[in-house]
T-cell receptor, first 113, second 110 residues
Framework: DAGVTQSPTHLIKTRGQHVTLRCSPISGHKSVSWYQQVLGQGPQFIFQYYEKEERGRGNFPDRFSARQFPNYSSELNVNALLLGDSALYLC????????????FGQGTRLTVV | QQQVKQSPQSLIVQKGGISIINCAYE??????FPWYQQFPGKGPALLIAIRPDVSEKKEGRFTISFNKSAKQFSLHIMDSQPGDSATYFCACSGNTPLVFGKGTRLSVIA
């Protein structure tokens, strides 16, 4: 059974550009959460989607948005990229709305230059 | 405001020794306490988790000790091996997104 898959694995973008990151959860999992992990820090919560509805939003600017599709896969979009957006973006899936038994993908390493 | 405080920041342990990492939290609404292991270039992997209705949980060489009154929990890695060298994160949740500590970089030396 496949785990959480994220694409792309690495990405380099220029300041001001837009980026879309993708995540496919574990089969049967309906909850997808996005986290940002800056080097040397723990992951910081960005969004949670459950059954295609936004269920939580972290302290991130409106440049960050996300959505979940009928097959429970998800996209994270970031507009007007800043140098400070450079980070590892992680997707976590869980079966329930509660964030227990959350399994992470390998992440997308975003570098903004 | 740091809701989850993790210590130490880094740890060096001899092969076969015991690694101990500590976490303290503030929010009494938290009721789920997992530990994650992360290797360079990889996403965090769920290692072991505990609920506050028990004071200890053991899975293989990994044990979580939980002190509800002190709002603290710790990860013990018995018989530490070089393959355990990684960054470990504690996290907390209570019908909320996971809140992570800043991580502990563990190095197990032969």
């Amino acid at each position: 059974d496949a785990g959480v898959t994220q694409s792309p694995t690495h990405l380099i973008k220029t300041r001001g550009q837009h980026v879309t990151l993708r995540c496919s959860p574990i089969s049967g999992h309906k909850s997808v959460s996005w986290y940002q992990q800056v080097l040397g820090q723990g992951p910081q919560f960005i969004f949670q989607y459950y059954e295609k509805e936004e269920r939580g939003r972290g302290n991130f600017p409106d440049r960050f948005s996300a959505r979940q599709f009928p097959n429970y896969s998800s996209e994270l979009n970031v507009n007007a990229l800043l140098l400070g957006d450079s980070a590892l973006y992680l997707c976590a899936s869980s079966a329930l709305l509660e964030n227990t038994e959350a399994f992470f993908g390998q992440g997308t390493r975003l570098t903004v230059v | 405001q740091q809701q989850v405080k993790q210590s130490p920041q880094s740890l060096i342990v001899q092969k076969g020794g015991i690694s101990i990492i500590n976490c303290a939290y503030e929010n009494t609404a938290f009721d789920y306490f997992p530990w994650y292991q992360q290797f360079p270039g990889k996403g965090p992997a769920l290692l072991i988790a505990i609920r506050p209705d028990v004071s200890e949980k053991k899975e293989g060489r990994f044990t979580i000790s939980f002190n509800k009154s002190a709002k603290q929990f710790s990860l013990h890695i018995m018989d530490s091996q070089p393959g355990d060298s990684a960054t470990y994160f504690c996290a907390c949740s209570g019908n909320t997104p996971l809140v992570f500590g800043k991580g502990t970089r563990l190095s197990v030396i032969a």
